[in-house]
């Protein structure tokens, strides 16, 4: 993202969240579109997560419900389509859902209170879920590499879906003690800790009944990040 870019959706998240006297997590974006003006509407046809239209002055949110158990999922779409509302003419065309995504994520996971939550957690992504009960894990955990260097790994049933590392340096694709993380939160179904001399280890389960994912964050030891 541009950098002027990010700055301006930062900025407009905050003075959108002070404008709705919202203060606190967890942020709803259903309630931002409602206090907006925004009606927000359910299409069980949609083949896309959702868009916004305007006709005759009145502004409208359409959201799909091919996945009525995942409502952080519209959560994070109402929040993108509020940003597409708000910023449309502010950043160009070719910048604005990128601009949008990044709305989302300031309106859901506000950087400063999520600074001093994750901070006081110690980064802990469950304890942060019950903060942040609109966003999801996944959201919560490549937010955390904004704020502290690590590098933050999802499994869904065993197989690599995302990995993303926030150090200044090229990592590995894996180390042997995340492959022993891996095994065992799949087991256990709970959180583990690990380490050695050169990193730690953190994961936690996120499971459904036909659906396991898991998350970890790693950190290399005595590095000084």
């Given at each position: 993202?541009?950098?002027d870019i990010a700055a301006l959706?930062?900025?407009?998240?905050?003075a959108l969240l002070e404008r709705m006297d919202i203060h606190a997590p967890p942020v709803d974006a259903y309630l931002i579109a409602n206090k907006l003006g925004l009606t927000v509407q359910i299409d069980p046809h949609l083949k896309t997560r959702g868009y916004s239209r305007t006709r005759w002055d009145m502004g409208t949110i359409v959201v799909?419900?091919?996945n009525p158990n995942k409502s952080e999922r519209k959560q994070f779409t109402i929040a993108h389509e509020i940003g597409e509302v708000s910023l449309?003419?502010?950043v160009e065309e070719a910048h604005l859902e990128g601009a949008s995504n990044?709305?989302?994520i300031n309106l859901l996971l506000p950087g400063e209170w999520f600074k001093r939550d994750a901070e006081g957690s110690g980064f802990d992504l469950?304890?942060?879920?019950?903060?942040?009960s609109t966003a999801s894990h996944e959201l919560i955990a490549f937010r955390m590499l904004e704020f502290r260097p690590m590098i933050v790994t999802i499994f869904d049933n065993g197989s690599l879906y995302k990995r993303k590392s926030s150090y200044p340096f090229t990592v590995r694709p894996s180390y042997p003690l995340?492959?022993?993380?891996?095994r065992d939160v799949t087991l256990r179904g709970e959180k583990v800790s690990l380490k050695d001399e050169e990193i730690s280890v953190v994961g936690w389960p996120v499971f459904r009944e036909d659906w396991k994912r898991v998350i970890f964050k790693t950190q290399f030891v005595g590095t000084g990040l």
């Open positions: 993202m541009v950098p959706v930062e900025q407009e998240a905050r799909s419900s091919q449309k003419g502010r990044l709305m989302a469950l304890r942060l879920k019950k903060t942040y995340e492959s022993q993380c891996l």
